[in-house]
């Protein structure tokens, strides 16, 4: 890893690449401390910190969200918007032509995207302007109409800057921006916990503990995203003209995480909504039994939580991957998965093995997810945001990041080597 970071230094390609992708970064963390005009950011903090899973997007958002800054929201509409496009592919017919069209089928749902990204932006950033207007200094409608709007302006900002890093930088602009933004949160979680050391709120066991606990995550989580089921397929030898094709032995690699961390992003969006009205009408009964009963930490609550996680998992894999488009792909090619015949054997065998490897995926991600319930009992460190998602989310995109930038190389490699 370190060979290739410093390889990738010493070619003027990816140099460039990188510097542009850094710089997008400093422009996302520095949009990330312009506070909103008009906005009280001491109150508007006590209220996030009130709530763990608001502390979560805060640390998704890399301090935006409590600060209040044109980039509060994150890239979190563009993430809902992307889901649901992708779950409305397969609900509309002429989403699924566009899909298989290509580049420009692709193109044009990138579009309907951006611009449903732009609805969603404005309607979530008014809707958590109205639901935090005691932060307000001149609560109005112009104030709610001004402030949603620049919220929404900051999201589609981030939005160009991650198709930019996409595009002219090394790797996925968007899971770059997530990265940056947890990763900048190390430093502060670093100095609370000296703080605590030193209040004697905690003690050296605990930080240890933490440690343990999270290389041991870490561990967990590159064995889970590197971890692959590899079903073999054999193709059969065919001969054009003078030519023979085929004949060679191949896998088809079915990931264990297929859906990656976008389950656990869906699911604490979902439960977000009534965790937001319960704090917005705190003084309503059925705000006090929600939060007694189905509040954040409570039992009721993670199991919940768990069980959303481990649905979308299914249903996301689903969606992303169907085995009769592979199964009849593999047929297509003159390819065949042994002991099996092709077409609705093959598929019904990948359905098989893919359920079985998506329940071990669903109930990892669903572990990493509750993780800080577990990690707050065990070492009695208060506040900890930076758990079990954050480190799937850093280290996922980290090895992603890290695969293009070797495949840079490699392919820079072939090029000389052919010349």
């Not at 609900?91 to 611009?115: D, S």
């Not at 768990?306 to 998992?313: C, D």
């Not at 359920?355 to 993780?371: E, V």
């Amino acid at each position: 890893m370190l060979e290739s970071l410093r390889s990738s230094v010493r070619v003027s390609e990816l140099r460039s690449k990188l510097l542009f992708t850094l710089a997008m970064i400093f422009v996302f963390r520095l949009g990330a401390h312009i506070p909103i005009p008009g906005v009280n950011p001491e109150k508007f903090a006590e209220l996030v910190s009130s709530g763990m899973i608001f502390g979560f997007f805060d640390v998704i958002s890399g301090g935006a969200l409590k600060n209040f800054a044109i980039f509060a929201m994150g890239i979190t509409p563009y993430i809902n918007a992307s889901i649901i496009m992708q779950l409305l592919t397969v609900v509309i017919p002429h989403l699924e032509r566009l899909k298989k069209e290509g580049a420009e089928g692709t193109k044009k749902i990138t579009q309907y995207t951006r611009y449903l990204t732009v609805v969603l932006a404005f309607v979530q950033g008014l809707g958590m302007v109205i639901g935090v207007k005691g932060s307000l200094v001149n609560p109005g409608v112009l104030t709610y109409l001004a402030t949603a709007l620049t919220i929404t302006a900051g999201t589609t900002l981030l939005m160009w800057i991650g198709e930019q890093i996409t595009e002219k930088g090394i790797g996925n602009g968007i899971s770059l921006l997530i990265f940056a933004g947890i990763v900048s949160r190390v430093p502060q979680g670093i100095t609370r916990m000296i703080e605590y050391l030193n209040a004697g709120t905690i003690n050296i066991l605990s930080v240890i503990g933490l440690v343990v606990i999270g290389g041991l995550v870490i561990a967990g989580v590159v064995a889970i995203q590197e971890g692959q089921r590899r079903i073999p397929v054999q193709y059969a030898k065919r001969v054009v003209g003078r030519r023979v094709y085929g004949g060679q032995t191949t896998h088809l690699p079915l990931k264990v995480n297929q859906a990656g961390v976008i389950p656990i992003i869906f699911a604490s969006s979902l439960l977000m909504f009534p965790e937001s009205l319960a704090q917005w009408f705190a003084s309503s009964a059925p705000a006090a039994f929600y939060v007694q009963w189905f509040g954040w930490g409570t039992a009721a609550h993670t199991i919940i939580y768990a069980l959303l996680i481990v649905g979308f998992t299914y249903f996301y894999t689903a969606v992303i991957m169907n085995p009769v488009d592979v199964a009849d792909n593999i047929k297509k090619y003159g390819g065949f998965i042994p002991g099996l015949r092709p077409g609705r054997p093959t598929a019904d065998y990948i359905t098989k093995i893919m359920n079985r490897i998506t329940l071990a995926g669903a109930i990892f991600l669903a572990l990493i997810a509750i993780l800080p319930s577990f990690v707050l009992v065990a070492t009695q460190i208060p506040n900890i945001y930076f758990g079990g998602t954050a480190l799937l989310i850093v280290v996922g995109v980290a090895l992603d990041t890290m695969k293009q930038v070797e495949s840079h190389l490699l392919m820079r490699s072939y090029q000389g080597f052919i010349r």
